[in-house]
């Protein structure tokens, strides 16, 4: 990943100037290692389309335990829609609450 592109997976590397954060780039939720290449890390297709999600959801005012519960937090056999479909319900009735407290103000 390179900071400042508009394609952040198309080079299949990450570095320390991700815009996840190491954090998740250390986790479980990749599923696989990365493999190090010239001091580079390299993620396999699965993993990118992972950190794309991660990413957008990030980018959309997702915490990471929101994202976290996305991939873990449902079982296996729910459909990734109704797993985003219940989570921006969430977000969505959390946001209308700061929109309340804002117009009281």
Avoid at 50 to 61: C, E, M, P, S, T
Avoid at 62 to 79: A, V
Wanted: glycine share 6%; no cysteine; proline share 3%.
């Amino acid at each position: 990943m390179r900071n400042g592109s508009t394609n952040h997976f198309a080079g299949r590397t990450a570095d320390s100037t991700s815009p996840l954060g190491d954090s998740v780039l250390r986790t479980d939720w990749l599923a696989s290692p990365a493999e190090r290449l010239s001091g580079q890390r390299r993620y396999n297709a699965t993993v990118l389309y992972r950190l794309a999600i991660i990413q957008r959801a990030r980018q959309l005012g997702f915490t990471l335990g929101e994202i976290r519960q996305l991939f873990f937090g449902f079982r296996d056999l729910t459909r990734p829609s109704h797993r985003w479909r219940i989570l921006a319900q969430r977000k969505l009735a959390e946001l209308d609450e700061l929109m309340d407290a804002i117009k009281a103000v």
